[in-house]
Antibody
Framework: EVQLVETGGGLVQPGNSLKLSCATS????????MNWIRQTPGKRLEWLAQ??????????SYLESVKGRFTISRDDSKSSVYLQMNNLKEEDTAIYYC???????WGQGVMVTVSS | DVVLTQTPPTLSATIGQSVSISCRSS???????????LNWLLQRPGQPPQLLIY???RLESGVPNRFSGSGSGTDFTLKISGVEAEDLGVYYC?????????FGGGTKLELK
C-alpha cells in the first residue's frame, strides 16, 4: 500500500521558518519525481516545487513566487522528501501536500498557518 | 503561466445521470514530444485529491471506467457516464506541459 505522511506543520508567525517532511512507503521512491503542492483556504491548488530522481541529477524546479524562500530536498535512503520554508508570509497559509508519481500518490496533507 | 478555466463551477446531478466538465487552456497543451500533459483529479470532502485521468484520456489504475477524458490542444472534457454517490466532490484539471504546472479552479459535483 502506498503511503505518504507529511509532518512539521503548525502555527508560525510571519517571517519565521518551518520544515515539512514527507515519509513515504509502498512505491519505488528512488525513481519517483516528488512534488509539494498546497491548497489555499479558498481551495485553490498551487504547485510549489519538484525534485527529480538521481538519474536526472535531482533536478529541482520551483514556482517563481516561492523561489529563494522555499527549498525542496530528498533523502532516498529514508524515502523522504522535505520542504524548508523560510520568511513565511500570511499568504503561505494552506494545506501542504507532498505528491509522487508525480500526481499519482498524495499524502493526507499538513496544515500550515502563518499568523501573528 | 497557463490558465486553466473550468466550467461549470458547480454541477448538480442525480444518481445515474451523465455529466461533463470542461477545461479550457490559455495555450495549447501539446508538448513538443507529442504528449499532452492534461490530468484530472477528484477531491472528495475531507480527502486529498486523487488522480483519475492522465495524458488526457488514460484512466489511472483502479478508477472506474464510467470516467473518461477527451480533448486536444486547448479544450478538454471529463465525462462521467452514470454518476454514483462516491463521485461527489470537486474535480480539478491540471496541466504540466508548460512550467509551472497549473490547476483549474475546480468544479464541484453535488447531488440535485
Amino acid at each position: 500500500e502506498v503511503q505518504l505522511v507529511e509532518t512539521g506543520g503548525g502555527l508560525v508567525q510571519p517571517g519565521n521558518s518551518l520544515k515539512l517532511s514527507c515519509a513515504t512507503s509502498g512505491f519505488t521512491f528512488s525513481t519517483a519525481w516528488m512534488n509539494w503542492i498546497r491548497q489555499t483556504p479558498g481551495k485553490r491548488l498551487e504547485w510549489l516545487a519538484q525534485i527529480e530522481d538521481k538519474s536526472n541529477n535531482y533536478f529541482i524546479s520551483y514556482l517563481e513566487s516561492v523561489k529563494g524562500r522555499f527549498t525542496i530536498s530528498r533523502d532516498d535512503s529514508k524515502s523522504s522528501v522535505y520542504l524548508q520554508m523560510n520568511n513565511l508570509k500570511e499568504e503561505d497559509t494552506a494545506i501542504y501536500y507532498c505528491t509522487g508519481g508525480p500526481l499519482a500518490y498524495w499524502g493526507q496533507g499538513v496544515m500550515v498557518t502563518v499568523s501573528s | 503561466d497557463v490558465v486553466l478555466t473550468q466550467t461549470p463551477p458547480t454541477l448538480s446531478a442525480t444518481i445515474g445521470q451523465s455529466v461533463s466538465i470542461s477545461c479550457r487552456s490559455s495555450q495549447s497543451l501539446l508538448h513538443s514530444n507529442g504528449n499532452t500533459y492534461l490530468n484530472w483529479l477528484l477531491q472528495r470532502p475531507g480527502q486529498p485529491p486523487q488522480l483519475l485521468i492522465y495524458l488526457v484520456s488514460r484512466l489511472e489504475s483502479g478508477v472506474p471506467n464510467r470516467f473518461s477524458g477527451s480533448g486536444s490542444g486547448t479544450d478538454f472534457t471529463l465525462k462521467i457516464s452514470g454518476v454514483e454517490a462516491e463521485d461527489l466532490g470537486v474535480y480539478y484539471c491540471v496541466q504540466s506541459t508548460h512550467a509551472p504546472p497549473t490547476f483549474g479552479g475546480g468544479t464541484k459535483l453535488e447531488l440535485k
